[in-house]
């Protein structure tokens, strides 16, 4: 097993840990003038590696050992919600032209459709919108729900799903995301976005803390 690398935040955090601890995730965040949401993937690589643990209600703690974690046991471990991204969300009548404003606006490359309910009914991709565009001339008339790809055929996935999986559905449906949902008996509530650069990140912070 070769020696462990931390990045220096994550150097900084076991730092503060070590000082502070038990100190929960928004202390820690608060310290580092950073939010929660930043911090969520370090936290994650650096308890699932086995520097820190974790109890809920009281905080992260240094369980003071360099254990043997590998980082394919580490992997196995990634969960979705530690690596999400925020979600943007347009209704189903929103025109074509307003959608792609949307797209550079919040710069993404899928935007997610809901119903007035607010629940999931379709997705756009950046083609998409591009196909509709050299297609017509009336981008400001066409709603979104025309040419969207819609349920049942979304593919999604859930906070708590581990990351390889969704990573796996990435790949096999050859989509570049994937929104995360609740369940719910009324419909699917769009709750984060899942993207390839996502993975990507979270694949980085592995080799960091396992010094691949
Ligand atoms: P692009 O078309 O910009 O390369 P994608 O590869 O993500 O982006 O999208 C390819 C097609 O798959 C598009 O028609 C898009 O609407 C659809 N799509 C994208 N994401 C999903 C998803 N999570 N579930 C089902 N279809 C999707």
Redesign the pocket.
Known sequence: MSPIELNKRQDTILQIVKENGPITGEQIAERLNLTRATLRPDLAILTMAGFLDARPRVGYFYSGKKTMTTASESMMNLKVGDFQSLPVVVSENMTVYDAIVQLFLEDV??LFVVDEGSYLQG??????LLRTSIGTQELTKIPVHII??RMP????CKKSDLLIGAAKKLIE???????VVNETEKGLEIVGRLTKTNVTKAFISLAETHDL
């Open positions: 490359g899928t997705v756009l991709s950046r083609k998409d969207m790809s055929n979304i593919v999604y449906r050859q989509v570049d995301s994937l929104p």
